[in-house]
């Protein structure tokens, strides 16, 4: 005759499976997290691949996207996932596994304006879900070095001059997307994903000049920059790092990618409000190399 469990024993045995349980729940909490990371790593990695491949269909010339202040495909505005779009071939490339937010949350915009895709007709649907997505992209792209960027508002003055690839020195030390936040609430929460053109933590040189490659006569043109004494604000790129636990995936110009501290990314230059300190390190400033 079998002998059955007593009840101390089944006690026992569920005390043994809730101590296993609460030892390995942090591990697979770890582990999960580390996915996350890696997929984040491997998002960038195809923006930069994307991009490289670009250049290798335009004669090496970076591409040029439209910015109005509309946001919408029939007034003209490109967003970057309009441009290469055709390389990599996945929207889920634009949103980090980190965020909270999905494709659809962010195509729609309910809080930051943008038209909705369902309000165009034709080829424009999809063109302006790119834009949406595009513009949402938590890897934004360093739009000053290479100079990507054009304001179509020919009353403003702002103009961008596209870089040639061959003309970048130091590509291995030079930032080409790195992740960011588009907007935050009045509490400081994150809205709606991340923001498709960052600024630099700094633009001057101790003699006055910038590093951008607007031409001459041109109107010096950003964000907002860099906002330290506000971590919380909206800004491009100052309110990330909480969101971001303190580090931003980075994708090089040669198409290394590493995470990078606020820190690491300012080197060369003192961070002061608005992007307005100087860069007193060319060598070491990961930003542009002119």
Known sequence: MRKAFTLIELLVVIAIIAILAAILFPVFAQAKVAAKKT??????????????????????????FMYNGSFDVDQ????????????????????????????????TNADTGFPYPSTKTGGSVQLQRELNLGWLNDYGINYQDMAGFYPADTDAGFA????????????????QFTTGVFARSASGAPMDGGQMTIDPPCFYYPDGSTFVSAPAGAKFFNFGGWNP????DWSVFGGMWPYYNNFATTAFMDTHVKPMTPSQLSAGCTVKDKSSGQIYNSDAFLWGDR
């Open 39 to 64: 997929g984040c790593v491997s998002n960038a990695k195809q923006w930069g691949t994307a991009m490289a491949v670009y250049l290798g269909d335009s004669d090496d010339m970076y591409p040029m």
């Open 76 to 107: 003209g505005d490109r967003s970057l996932l309009n441009i290469l779009g055709p390389y990599v071939k996945n929207e889920d490339v634009t949103k980090t596994p980190i965020s909270q937010f999905g494709l659809d949350q962010r195509a």
């Open 160 to 175: 961008f001059q596209v870089r040639s690839a061959t003309a970048i020195a130091r590509p291995a030390n030079s930032i």
């Open 229 to 232: 004494s506000k971590p919380l």
